[in-house]
């Protein structure tokens, strides 16, 4: 079983792989045809730029153990979301190891914001890149919609704060404690109950 697990962990690293560097590989493709200045906006790193993506993390990441404390019964267009947590999320990354979440999650992070925020966004506005992050995350409906609605929370902030640095640690981060608590949290309980 656990040599299963791990092949099926190392197809899903090979694929964000694949799917980072095709995002990477446009979005400096684009930056260069429509001289977007793509370079200013990751090269601007400072601990503030890290601490406020950091922070910036938090309000979408406490939407996961809502879910799991059942507040969708009193908000029922949150039960899809949860649903789709527990049918394709928790068995994807319940046997992932702490390094395959780090990656996936870096990797995650950098490409979609670059592509996403960097390139698109500047091009189409927040909505239309937001709603097209939602479809990229197409593994239901509710999730496509919160998945939209995380994209212009990350839109909101690179545009605020001028460069990609607090989006793509807000990205990251969400990944990976939203992953490794699905890993710790979610998927016991699903197991044992």
Known sequence: MASCESTANSRLLKLELVVAAGL??????????RQLDLQT?????????VSLGI?????????IPLLEWRVDRYMP??????????????????????????AISALAGVSEEVFFRGALQREIG?????????????????????AA???????CLAQWHGNLSAPI???????????????HVVVPRLESS
């Open 126 to 146: 927040v909505i239309l890149a937001s709603l097209i992050f939602g479809l990229f995350h197409a593994v239901s409906l509710p999730y496509v919609l919160w």
């Open 24 to 33: 990477l590989a446009v979005a400096m493709g684009w930056n260069a045809w």
């Open 41 to 49: 906006s990751l090269t601007t790193w400072s601990l503030a730029d």
């Open 77 to 102: 267009g949150l039960r899809g979301l949860r649903q789709s947590i527990h049918l394709v999320l928790a068995p994807l990354v319940g046997r992932m190891r702490f390094a395959e979440v780090l």
């Open 55 to 63: 922070l910036a993390a938090m309000p979408p990441l406490l939407v």
């Open 149 to 155: 609605a995380v994209g212009g929370y990350l839109g």
């Open 169 to 183: 640690v807000a990205h990251t981060m969400i990944d990976i404690v939203g992953l490794l608590y699905i890993r």
